[in-house]
């Protein structure tokens, strides 16, 4: 029995195209410059002796401020952790830094009356603290990931509190000194801040840089640099010192939104697809569908009389890896789209058939293939080709792309325990070798050999790793 049907992919009129994105270009930049309207009203009309000054209601709001800053500081750790990505390396320091620098300034609610600097002095630090680490973070975006040891490295990140903490020291230093009631101490802390986020939008700018997640990096930034602006023409307690919390509020909202989208998703903030590139990829699988309808009518008596598939664990098997290869080896050199492959091999499984018997040995290999299939997104695919060793093929996926994947896979089977009836659980670890096509070789056999070679130096470089070079 066969199915027909028919797409038709319309493209848009290309002045139509143009006129949206720059609407939708205009949308966007009027968002981001949103609070300089609020900020405006307030420093024409709002009147200057109006003021609410309710010390409960801030050492709340800052307490809350001060909780979320962990929870998304942690988030973002989680990210970095699993994809390596120096920006997330840095975005965390800068969740880390505000939360540890911000946090006195609640505390010290109460001495405004007595040290109104000691009170006022945290908050502009704390923001120049996190605009520089966020630059220092862009200017490392797409920088290749940190080496897996390195990402947990206790002694540095508790380097990094102790010189926050050392910060905190400085700042009440500062507030007991005579420099504490000049007003280039506060101007200068928060016109850093002002700076420094101009300078993270300029870098966006001039970098085209424009991915998902760092557009609402670049949101964000811009909302801190404006509730600088606005600290800056404020006084304590008036409307504008509100604003300015309220304004900075928005801006770390909307930074922990993209931080849990990365979570949710890739772990990272540049491989996540945007929905133009969904859509790209939507109208080129709907334009090849005609064709390939053709196609299945003439070769379906012959995939029935093939079987695809690995009787045990349900993943593909050999043959069909090495066909479903060359189609997407064809794509990639026609579309140029990134093309990246996983050789996967179980580590000492041949002790798990010998001491727990094959049986055992075979609920090992279903549970690793199910937890494959949770690992990869659903267009990747997953195949058995040898007793124990296995290819995942990632199209459109680069090298980092595809060690992110890997490394996602690893630990999830690290840290799995592989329940066979009532005998006690197994633990598992893979080895890993990654090629990408171009990259590693443009035929079949080189491609393919390159990941074999790496999964090779994995089983001998100590097992449960990642070889990418």
Not at 22 to 42: D, R
Not at 220 to 230: I, K, N, Q, Y
Not at 319 to 342: D, N, V
Not at 446 to 461: I, P, T
Request: proline share 4%; glycine share 8%; with cysteine.
């Amino acid at each position: 029995m066969y199915m027909s049907a028919s797409f038709e992919v319309h493209e848009p009129p290309t002045a139509l195209r143009l006129v949206t994105q720059a609407y939708a270009s205009l949308l966007l930049t009027a968002f981001a410059l949103m609070p300089v309207q609020l900020i405006a009203y307030l420093y024409f009309y709002q009147a200057p002796t109006l003021k609410f000054e309710d010390h409960l209601f801030h050492e709340i709001a800052i307490a809350v401020a001060t909780l979320e800053g962990l929870f998304v500081t942690y988030v973002t750790w989680r990210c970095y952790k699993s994809s390596g990505e120096p920006l997330l390396r840095w975005l965390t320091l800068g969740f880390l830094g505000f939360v540890l620098i911000y946090a006195p300034h609640g505390a010290f609610t109460g001495m405004a009356h007595h040290n109104i600097w000691l009170f006022l002095l945290y908050g502009p630090a704390s923001r120049l603290a996190m605009s520089v680490l966020l630059f220092v973070g862009l200017l490392s975006y797409n920088l290749p990931p940190d080496d897996v040891e390195n990402r947990s490295n206790a002694r540095a990140w508790l380097t990094w509190s102790a010189l926050f903490l050392t910060v905190d020291l400085i700042v009440a230093w500062v507030a007991y000194s005579a420099y504490a009631g000049h007003p280039a101490v506060r101007l200068s802390l928060e016109g850093g801040a002002l700076f420094f986020c101009a300078l993270n939008v300029a870098v966006m700018l001039s970098r085209r840089i424009h991915s998902p997640l760092m557009v609402i990096f670049g949101v964000s930034v811009t909302w801190f640099g404006l509730s600088s602006l606005a600290f800056i023409l404020g006084q304590p307690w008036n409307h504008m010192w509100w604003l300015a919390h309220a304004i900075f509020a928005g801006g770390f909202f909307l930074l922990s939104y993209g931080v849990v989208q990365a979570f949710r998703t890739t772990r990272s903030f540049s491989t996540i697809y945007s929905q133009e590139e969904l859509m790209t990829r939507l109208a080129e699988a709907m334009a090849g569908t005609q064709s390939a309808l053709e196609e299945v009518k003439w070769s379906n008596q012959k995939l029935e009389r093939l079987s695809t598939t690995d009787p045990l664990t349900g993943a593909g098997n050999r043959r069909q890896f090495i066909e479903h290869m060359e189609t997407e080896i064809a794509r990639a050199k026609r579309s140029g789209a990134p093309l990246s492959l996983l050789s996967l091999d179980l580590d000492r499984f041949k002790a798990i058939n010998d001491s727990r018997g094959h049986r055992v040995g075979d609920e090992v290999l279903c549970g690793f293939v199910r937890k494959c299939l949770e690992a990869i997104r659903p267009y990747d695919s997953v195949s058995r080709v040898g007793g124990e060793e296995f290819m995942v093929l990632l199209p459109g996926a680069t090298l980092d792309a595809a060690c992110a994947v890997g490394e996602r896979l690893r630990s999830a089977i690290q840290s799995s325990a592989f329940d066979v009836g009532n005998r006690p659980s197994i633990d598992v670890t893979i080895s890993i070798g990654v090629s990408e096509f171009g990259r590693d070789g443009d035929t079949l056999d080189e491609f393919l050999s390159v990941a074999d070679r790496r999964l090779y130096r994995a089983k001998h470089e100590g097992r449960n790793c990642v070889i990418a070079a």
